[in-house]
């Protein structure tokens, strides 16, 4: 396996077809089905609770179905037992062997499945060049930072040529800088060698950097699947504006709507959007923190706020502002002072980071 090209099993695609998962009288997962096709990353994201583990957990044989069908690369693997499923998977704690070094965990998986020793290790250290760790087999994990131990456990997952590559919280033993860069080097790696990987994580800002597409689960159901600017930029329900990025969610009324614009009536501000599937009549908005635009007031505006706190932390501004009986939560990174507590101000939107959102 040569680092660069490393000759990897083609991608394979994943279907839950009508899925059902039952854990006694508790129906954890009650219906799903989606599609992942070959080549992507795709993520699982939604709060504690919400069946994202549990899917993937069936998706590795960890767990069976109640009922349903699922398929990896055409193949219907709902009853085969998770060796026999052509996946692998890279768990929240890494599972490294402690006792064994960098190299020897990546070659444990290749020389189990019958693979000769020195073979096996010649695997194992291309693996390890390909996550960046060439030179490093010899090391043991205690001796490897968290994101070095990650990048560990990837490679042991990769050099057994998976159809799709699952990955269950990978980051979540990083702090927040690690962590910024190593999603950073598992998204490179995932583009450059087009391997399918189906990732879980309850982080929105970690699911947005890396994925083709992301599938939001709440309470066992899929409450909006689409790319990441897609979830952002329209969500289609309140619990989707609030959980992918932030959003201030507030009633309006639609005053009219042609040629696919909205004219819509905040508190008496008046503004232009995409109607996407909104009619005339009361709806409601998600107004991100950045799309909300604060300044002195001088005379009269359309629509007047009263600050009620501000924090000034650095790159921007953070500010909670009564507006029409609700209280917003704005960020400015355009400040250079926060305007104090207090004071009234004119309120603005700006187009980008509003959306009209079903219910």
């Not at 508790?26 to 899917?55: M, N, Q, R, W, Y």
């Not at 650095?314 to 939560?329: D, P």
Request: proline share 6%.
């Amino acid at each position: 396996m040569n680092p660069a090209s490393p000759a990897l099993n083609q991608p394979g695609s994943v279907i839950f077809e009508n899925v059902r998962k039952s854990f006694g009288v508790f129906t954890a997962i009650p219906d799903l089905s989606f599609t992942i096709e070959p080549g992507t990353l795709v993520t699982l994201l939604g709060p504690s609770g919400c069946g994202k583990t549990t899917t993937l957990r069936m998706l590795a044989g960890l767990e069976h179905p109640t009922s349903g069908r699922i398929l990896i690369g055409g193949k219907d693997v709902t009853l085969l037992p998770a060796n026999e499923r052509d996946v692998s998977m890279v768990f929240q704690s890494y599972a490294l062997f402690p006792h064994m070094s960098a190299l020897d965990n990546v070659a444990y998986g290749l020389e189990s499945s019958g693979l000769k020793r020195k073979e096996a290790r010649e695997k194992a250290e291309d693996g390890l060049a390909l996550v960046g760790l060439a030179g490093m087999g010899a090391r043991l994990p205690a001796e490897l930072s968290g994101g070095q131990q990650q990048r560990v456990a990837v490679a042991r997952a990769l050099v057994l040529e998976p159809q799709v590559l699952l990955l269950d919280e990978p980051l979540s033993n990083l702090d927040a800088r690690l962590r910024r860069r190593v999603r950073s080097e598992i998204r490179d790696l995932q583009q450059r060698l087009g391997f399918t990987a189906v990732y879980v994580t309850h982080d929105q800002e970690e699911a947005l950097a890396v994925s083709d597409r992301i599938v939001v689960m709440k309470e066992g159901v899929i409450a909006q699947q689409g790319a990441p600017h897609e979830l952002y930029e329209s969500p289609a329900s309140p619990f989707i504006a609030d959980f992918i990025g932030e959003a201030n969610v507030v009633d309006c009324v639609v005053e009219s709507v042609e040629a696919g614009r909205a004219t819509i009536n905040y508190a008496g501000l008046v503004q232009s959007l995409p109607a996407r599937a909104a009619r005339p009549g009361p709806a409601r908005l998600a107004i991100r923190p950045g799309a909300i635009t604060l300044s002195p007031l001088a005379g009269d505006a359309p629509l007047k706020g009263r600050i009620t706190s501000a924090a000034y932390l650095g790159g921007h501004v953070e500010y909670e502002v009564e507006v029409a009986g609700a209280t917003l939560f704005v960020t400015d990174a355009s400040a250079a002072i926060a305007l104090p507590p207090r004071s009234e101000v004119a309120v603005g939107l700006r187009e980008r980071g509003i959306a009209l959102i079903a219910g």
